[in-house]
């Protein structure tokens, strides 16, 4: 049973560019989150889609979009890069309660 | 404004001895989840508590909740290297919802011989 799937694992970027992260869910899940990671940090919530939905959303500024398709992937857009956004990019996906991680997405920005 | 706090941050132990992680929180949720996670890696769940006086165990970790105190500890017994790695734990938010997940800090755990 495969379990969470993120593409790419490690994406470098230029500032003011755009980024396109990927995550299909566990097997029977219908809910993805999304979750930033800075290094040394807790993750912390960007947002969730259900029922190709955002349900909730953390606090994060509108260049942090994303988008559920039909078969409960999920992609993850970032416009306009910052330094800032350097960060591991975290997928779960979820089914009533529990939550399982994807991988991650390394992401860079110089 | 919801708070998940862990203590401490950082923990370095000798093998063989016990230790305890403590994590408050602010909100009323009755679930809390504990993960693991290694340098450069994932999240890995450990625990998923439920309910008031929950307790699981594995291995040399075990985990409970107080709902009423708003505390969860991490108990460690007889700590051997291979535990080295930074433990979080989490809430949900709004509280008893699958909604999203409130992490506290981290405890970066160094075992050592």
């Known amino acids: 049973d495969a379990g969470v799937t993120q593409s790419p694992t490690h994406l470098i970027k230029t500032r003011g560019q755009q980024v396109t992260l990927r995550c299909s869910p566990k097997?029977?899940?219908?809910?993805v989150s999304w979750y930033q990671q800075a290094l040394g940090q807790g993750p912390q919530f960007i947002f969730q889609y259900y029922e190709e939905e955002e349900r909730q959303r953390g606090n994060f500024p509108d260049r942090f979009s994303g988008h559920q398709f039909p078969n409960y992937s999920s992609e993850l857009n970032v416009n306009a890069l910052l330094l800032g956004d350097s960060a591991l990019y975290l997928c779960?996906?979820?089914?009533?309660?529990?939550?399982?991680f994807g991988s991650g997405t390394r992401l860079t920005v110089v | 404004e919801l708070k998940v706090e862990q203590n401490p941050l950082f923990l370095s132990m000798q093998e063989g001895k016990n230790y305890t992680i403590y994590c408050n929180y602010s909100t009323t949720s009755d679930r809390l989840y504990w993960y693991r996670q290694d340098p450069g890696k994932s999240l890995e769940s450990l625990f998923v508590?439920?309910?008031?006086?929950a307790v699981k165990q594995e291995g040399r970790l075990m985990a409970s909740l107080d709902t009423k105190a708003r505390l969860s500890t991490l108990h460690i017994t007889a700590a051997v290297h291979d535990l080295s790695a930074t433990y979080f734990c989490?809430?949900?938010?709004?509280?008893?919802?699958?909604?999203?997940?409130?992490f506290g800090k981290g405890t970066k755990l160094s075992v050592k011989p």
């Open positions: 989490a809430v949900d938010f709004p509280p008893g919802s699958q909604g999203n997940l409130i």
């Open positions: 508590l439920l309910s008031n006086g």
């Open positions: 779960a996906s979820s089914r009533d309660y529990g939550y399982t």
């Open positions: 097997s029977g899940h219908d809910t």
